[in-house]
């Protein structure tokens, strides 16, 4: 049985094999490197670009290029729509699935606190209160300096 071979004497199947191997190398390097965010997949906001599928944003925690879409008491950030709805991911809702309690607990800023509790005690996130977050995001670490929560000593940490 005569086999085909290369001018060099490399037989056929053996040089399928290489193809087939660089094929699929190339394949798991590049193929499935990238894909883009879904609706409550996290997402970073300091990226150049968006990396959330299309019609939705990167939103949270007003850094970057979520700014333009802030959710509030959510120190984290989310693939969401820019228009939520009660039926959204609750990623994407106020207090971000849970974020308020967190930014509560770091004692960081009483509006979270109200909203964590509203929403413990079986409030939906949208009739829940959101108090206007200060200028710069949703926590603001030097009011916890200034103003105490205890009423105890002042001083930053």
Avoid: W
């Avoid at 590049?30 to 997402?43: L, P, S, T, V």
């Avoid at 990623?91 to 606190?113: F, H, R």
């Avoid at 929403?119 to 200034?146: L, M, N």
Wanted: proline share 10%.
């Amino acid at each position: 049985m005569k086999t085909s071979t290369f001018e060099k004497g490399i037989p056929m199947l053996p040089r399928l094999g290489l193809y087939l191997a660089v094929f699929l190398g190339a394949l798991a390097l590049f193929g499935g490197c990238y894909a883009e965010g879904q609706e409550g997949d996290r997402c970073n906001p300091l990226r150049s670009s968006d990396e959330c599928a299309s019609g939705l944003h990167c939103s949270g925690n007003p850094i970057g290029i979520s700014a333009s879409y802030p959710i509030a008491f959510c120190p984290e950030n989310y693939c969401c729509p820019a228009m939520v709805g009660p039926n959204d991911s609750p990623n994407c809702q106020n207090g971000c699935n849970g974020g308020a309690d967190a930014i509560c607990t770091a004692g960081m800023d009483p509006g979270a606190c109200a909203f964590a509790t509203c929403t413990a005690e079986g409030g939906a996130p949208g009739d829940c209160p959101v108090t206007e977050p200060p200028e710069g995001g949703s926590t603001a670490p030097e009011d916890a300096a200034t103003t105490p929560a205890d009423g105890g000593s002042e001083g930053g940490g």
